[in-house]
T-cell receptor, first 113, second 110 residues
Framework: GDSVTQMEGPVTLSEEAFLTINCTYT??????LFWYVQYPGEGLQLLLK?????DKGSNKGFEATYRKETTSFHLEKGSVQVSDSAVYFC????????????FGAGTTVTVRA | KAGVTQTPRYLIKTRGQQVTLSCSPI?????VSWYQQTPGQGLQFLFE???????NKGNFPGRFSGRQFSNSRSEMNVSTLELGDSALYLC?????????FGPGTRLTVL
């Protein structure tokens, strides 16, 4: 079945540091890949997505590239802010599975001023 | 467009009781999925409804059930609550391959 493995946290960074969260996946089909973010006390917000190999999703300074050869979708941001403190989830969905989302375990990121 | 809304936002129940949670999707979205989020198990898929029919079901006991109405609003019900049912219950509506989440209902079972 489909599964997502992402880097364990927590991750603590200083403001303006570089952030990377590793994500790899296993899928039987050709999935779409997503990064969701969850701020304290809130639901999940879609941060970015990619639907085919070599696609780069980007939003709010975050980027991730769909790498089919390494089955990876690593999240990066060049200069984090305190407001980026949140839990980040890597996820995939596949048309063959009616677009049911499979999530990674989540990575808690804390950015210190 | 208004986002996905969930009511209530917080609930406290005792073991053995039952609970009903509600989700109103984004206008025009006909697919509604429910997820359970716990610190131990993470995010787990409960079920999906589309046009009032359950289309997918996760690996949860029969105490967890749901339904969808003709206006696409959905409810999920948990009967005979257990302590382990304490969780954040998230509803999501889908358009194409993107899912949009509500703020969740925080259920605490005492």
């Amino acid at each position: 079945g489909d599964s997502v493995t992402q880097m364990e946290g927590p991750v603590t960074l200083s403001e303006e540091a570089f952030l990377t969260i590793n994500c790899t996946y296993t899928a039987t089909g050709y999935p779409s890949l997503f990064w969701y973010v969850q701020y304290p006390g809130e639901g999940l917000q879609l941060l970015l997505k990619a639907t085919k190999a070599d696609d780069k999703g980007s939003n709010k300074g975050f980027e991730a590239t769909y790498r089919k050869e390494t089955t990876s979708f690593h999240l990066e941001k060049g200069s984090v802010q305190v407001s980026d403190s949140a839990v980040y989830f890597c996820a995939l969905s596949d048309r063959s599975n009616d677009y049911k989302l499979s999530f990674g375990a989540g990575t808690t990121v804390t950015v210190r001023a | 467009k208004a986002g996905v809304t969930q009511t209530p936002r917080y609930l406290i129940k005792t073991r053995g009781q039952q609970v009903t949670l509600s989700c109103s999707p984004i206008s025009g979205h006909r697919s509604v999925s429910w997820y359970q989020q716990t610190p131990g198990q993470g995010l787990q898929f409960l079920f999906e409804y589309f046009s009032e029919t359950q289309r997918n079901k996760g690996n949860f006991p029969g105490r967890f059930s749901g339904r969808q109405f003709s206006n696409s609003r959905s409810e999920m019900n948990v009967s005979t609550l257990e302590l382990g049912d304490s969780a954040l219950y998230l509803c999501a509506t889908r358009m194409a391959d993107e899912q949009f989440f509500g703020p969740g209902t925080r259920l605490t079972v005492l």
